[in-house]
């Protein structure tokens, strides 16, 4: 009896460790104790409902200085911020930019903060090198309202119908600057624009070539405006041919 004993304990030993090795992990649940709000699984994955609240959060990053940061070290190819879709539709991975004035984070239609103005930024992509002392934004690119702001009508969804009566023009920009001449002062300028028209604008170019021999490369096009003239260089070594528009 006292050996039969032992071995059911024994059994149920294994059984519980068993048991606990599976299911091993660290919970939050809620106040009902019906379904993890936040869990840490056997292979480290992180699961949590609902928002997660922080001031900053690094991946990778000791101190982040914004809402999230995220540092690699890795050379894969396979690395960074990746946004994926997955189903049987035409929708491809989203990545969206908002913008509003005031201070209200409110994103419900009729849950209204303060509309966007003419010459506001909606959204913008940059990229910075390390010059040794600081990250410096060399190129970039920007979503820009270029037009009178049309306020909107919380009644009335999907507000993609053509009857939605709200209206934030933008246009797409393209900023690129190297830290001399002109563009000293904020280290880059507008090139290119297409505005929220459709127009092209080309902008801050450099100098015009002084001849047809000043240096260049296959490709390159220069537009001086203030002459009416373009400028396309068309073979290498340094071969420029110009083109005036009366």
């Excluded at 009729?110 to 103005?117: D, P, T």
């Excluded at 009644?155 to 900023?175: C, D, E, H, N």
Aim: hydrophobic letters at 45%; proline letters at 4%.
């Amino acid at each position: 009896m006292k050996k039969t004993v032992i071995l059911m304990a024994g059994l149920l030993a294994v059984a519980l460790a068993g048991s606990a090795q599976a299911a091993t992990m660290f919970a939050v649940q809620n106040s009902t104790g019906t379904q993890d709000m936040a869990a840490i699984s056997d292979a480290g994955d992180i699961a949590a409902q609902g928002t997660i609240t922080a001031a900053k959060i690094g991946v990778n990053v000791a101190t982040p200085d914004s809402g999230l940061a995220v540092a690699e070290t890795t050379t894969n190819a396979v690395r960074g911020i990746i946004s994926s879709q997955h189903n049987d539709g035409i929708q491809a991975a989203y990545i969206l930019f908002r913008k509003s004035r005031g201070t209200s984070t409110a994103v419900a239609p009729g849950a209204f903060a303060a509309m966007v103005k003419t010459g506001d930024y909606t959204g913008s992509l940059d990229a910075s090198g390390w010059d040794g002392y600081n990250y410096l934004n060399g190129a970039g690119a920007a979503f820009l309202v270029d037009g009178p702001v049309v306020q909107g009508d919380p009644t009335i969804t999907p507000q993609g119908l053509a009857t939605y009566p709200g209206r934030v023009p933008t246009a797409f920009v393209v900023l690129t600057g190297n830290k001399t001449g002109s563009l000293a002062a904020s280290g880059r300028g507008e090139r290119f624009r297409v505005a929220s028209d459709g127009r092209l604008r080309i902008s801050n170019q450099p100098a015009a070539p002084v001849s047809g021999t000043t240096a260049c490369t296959a490709g390159d096009l220069i537009l001086d405006a203030a002459n009416a003239s373009l400028y396309l260089c068309t073979a290498a070594p340094n071969t420029w041919k110009k083109a005036t528009f009366n």
